[in-house]
């Protein structure tokens, strides 16, 4: 057994030699390269540092945290140790600091057809992200069949200062939709120009303030909307929400291609409705078949974010206007939404770090 003097002195290098054996499982590389360790303080035994990380929803943010604490306690002279935990969300590195300057990393949240819970997994989503502690906005790019409002429990329109419309907030998180400007049973019979103006002005007309994420909802299918944001906005990434079954999933992969073709990178595919789970013995029922989201993931290359279980709650409170992760965060559907929230995040991540940096004026 190794002893040693608790009176010694531990150095700086000391601290952050030990602190490079903690790696990012994401960013594959160690938390002092990656300029994670900042503030350290040494005063005798006691030592202080913060650790900031890429996200506050991190989804290995106690492992790291844990394995750093045990690193530098088994240092000589160590007494205390103390670890500040923060986060630091970068700015995507293509986005055009003019259009949403203070607006760090855009995400559009899509698939090919309607039903697939898509706008219910971007709410749950921006949720999940602000309730972790980071700075969300919504923007609800559905304008024909507009739902955030119903599923935030907000349908007041938005006050405006100016030429700047201020947005709603409700569920952590600033939200902004055409169904806030219109009444909710008025149907909009507007040809595409019109619903490209709509969504410019849902996007750039209004005041988002400092946001880490900016979750867009996009309507179903590839049309002017998509490709308007496409070309208005460099996106930070896009998310696609399939179901099981085969023709979903065949639908959803033109929305893929879409954003492919577009050059807007992909952060992964969300199996919505995957299971049922039996409310009295807790098996699972495969409904819609098993796996076929994880098998397309794997067949492209891209990142499977995780299934979401059928549950009857999701529906109920998103009715009601209080997102499910929220309301119910026990549930296993909110644990599983809140594990993609957590993958989605660290995609962006990834990306932000593997990109290079764009210095615009």
């Not at 219910?120 to 507009?146: E, F, H, K, Q, W």
């Not at 577009?262 to 049922?276: A, D, F, Q, W």
């Not at 993931?297 to 891209?302: R, T, W």
Request: contains cysteine; negative net charge; proline residues 6%.
């Amino acid at each position: 057994m190794a002893f040693w003097n608790k009176e010694s002195t531990v150095t700086e290098e000391q601290v952050l030699s030990a602190l490079k054996n903690v790696l990012d499982p994401d960013l594959r590389k160690d938390i002092v390269s990656l300029g994670f360790i900042r503030n350290l303080k040494i005063d005798k035994g006691a030592v202080h540092f913060d650790m900031t990380l890429t996200t506050p929803a991190c989804p290995v943010r106690d492992q790291m945290r844990d394995q750093a604490l045990a690193l530098v306690k088994e240092l000589p002279g160590v007494q205390t140790v103390e670890i500040n935990m923060t986060s630091e969300v970068r700015q995507a590195p293509q986005l055009d600091r003019t259009a949403l300057k203070n607006v760090r990393n855009i995400v559009a949240v899509g698939s090919g057809k309607g039903g697939v819970g898509k706008s219910t997994m971007a709410v749950n989503i921006a949720a999940s992200l602000a309730a972790a502690g980071a700075r969300v906005g919504l923007l609800d790019g559905d304008i024909y069949g507009p739902t955030t409002p119903i599923m935030l429990g907000i349908e007041t329109a938005p006050k405006s200062v100016g030429p700047r419309i201020i947005p709603q907030e409700a569920a952590g998180l600033k939200f902004m939709s055409m169904g806030l400007l219109v009444k909710t049973d008025q149907p909009l019979i507007w040809r595409g120009p019109m619903a490209t103006k709509a969504l410019q002005q849902c996007l750039f007309d209004v005041d988002w303030g400092e946001l880490d994420y900016l979750v867009i909802d996009l309507p179903p299918g590839t049309g002017d909307v998509h490709l308007t944001l496409a070309q208005a906005v460099p996106l930070t990434g896009a998310v696609i929400v399939s179901t099981p079954q085969d023709v979903g999933l065949r639908i959803s992969m033109k929305t893929l291609r879409m954003f492919q073709q577009t050059r807007i990178p992909i952060l992964g595919i969300i199996e919505n409705m995957s299971y049922y789970i039996c409310p009295h013995c807790d098996s699972k029922d495969f409904i819609f078949g098993n796996g076929g989201g994880k098998r397309a993931a794997e067949e492209l290359g891209i990142p499977f974010l995780g299934e979401v279980p059928l549950d009857l709650a999701i529906r109920t409170q998103s009715d009601i206007g209080s997102p499910i992760v929220l309301a119910q965060p026990n549930a296993a559907s909110s644990k599983a939404l809140r594990e993609i929230a957590e993958k989605v995040a660290a995609q962006i991540s990834i990306r932000s770090y593997d990109a290079p940096t764009l210095e615009i004026e």
